[in-house]
T-cell receptor, first 112, second 114 residues
Framework: DAKTTQPNSMESNEEEPVHLPCNHS???????IHWYRQLPSQGPEYVIH???SNVNNRMASLAIAEDRKSSTLILHRATLRDAAVYYC?????????????FGKGTHLIIQP | KAGVTQTPRYLIKTRGQQVTLSCSPI?????VSWYQQTPGQGLQFLFEYFSETQRNKGNFPGRFSGRQFSNSRSEMNVSTLELGDSALYLCASSLLRSSYNEQFFGPGTRLTVL
């Protein structure tokens, strides 16, 4: 499994954009980059995933570096409900599926 | 569509006992995975079931086992409980086995071993 490095915690203000970085320098060419988040007292929740191109959905955007060694999850306008632990998870796209390997993630704090 | 449901939500057991946890995946989902979450170790993968067969297993002792039924519902069993088995046990379902498919998590079962 590719190793990931994420900041332990980040703080942002409500209604401002948030950029959550993830370093995955050992990622393989077939690994998708997935992001999940876990709100307090809930199970993890899928956010977004991508392979090479930048991706957008209703929750967030994912910007993937050209060399794929890092990515950034972008919350365009943070709300208090976005306060959670965010996990960046490379997943092998070579066939079959291993379980998700969660690291320690980034604890995102949103200030009102 | 109903989400992933887990029963029971809370459970208290004593050391040496065994426990069975249940998971109902989202309708149409065929893959069910189980995870253990503790403050010390974080979220760790236990095993995955697809088409009633265990397809993948994490690094846990044989006391942890599971099964999947023909309707994709899954159960996990922990025998000879230890204090360290106290954790939140999470079940996740996905449509198919593929790293392309996202996993949908249930609310978890909080197990306390006394």
């Amino acid at each position: 499994d590719a190793k990931t490095t994420q900041p332990n915690s980040m703080e942002s203000n409500e209604e401002e954009p948030v950029h959550l970085p993830c370093n995955h320098s050992t990622i393989s060419g077939t690994d998708y980059i997935h992001w999940y988040r876990q709100l307090p007292s809930q199970g993890p929740e899928y956010v977004i995933h991508g392979l090479t191109s930048n991706v957008n959905n209703r929750m967030a955007s994912l910007a993937i570096a050209e060399d794929r060694k890092s990515s950034t999850l972008i919350l365009h306008r943070a709300t208090l409900r976005d306060a959670a632990v965010y996990y960046c998870i490379p997943r092998d796209g070579g066939g079959g599926a291993d379980g998700l390997t969660f690291g320690k993630g980034t604890h995102l704090i949103i200030q009102p | 569509k109903a989400g992933v449901t887990q029963t029971p939500r809370y459970l208290i057991k004593t050391r040496g006992q065994q426990v069975t946890l249940s998971c109902s995946p989202i309708s149409g989902h065929r893959s069910v995975s189980w995870y253990q979450q503790t403050p010390g170790q974080g979220l760790q993968f236990l095993f995955e079931y697809f088409s009633e067969t265990q397809r993948n297993k994490g690094n846990f002792p044989g006391r942890f086992s599971g099964r999947q039924f023909s309707n994709s519902r899954s159960e996990m069993n922990v025998s000879t409980l230890e204090l360290g088995d106290s954790a939140l046990y999470l079940c996740a379902s996905s449509l198919l086995r593929s790293s392309y498919n996202e996993q949908f998590f249930g609310p978890g079962t909080r197990l306390t071993v006394l």
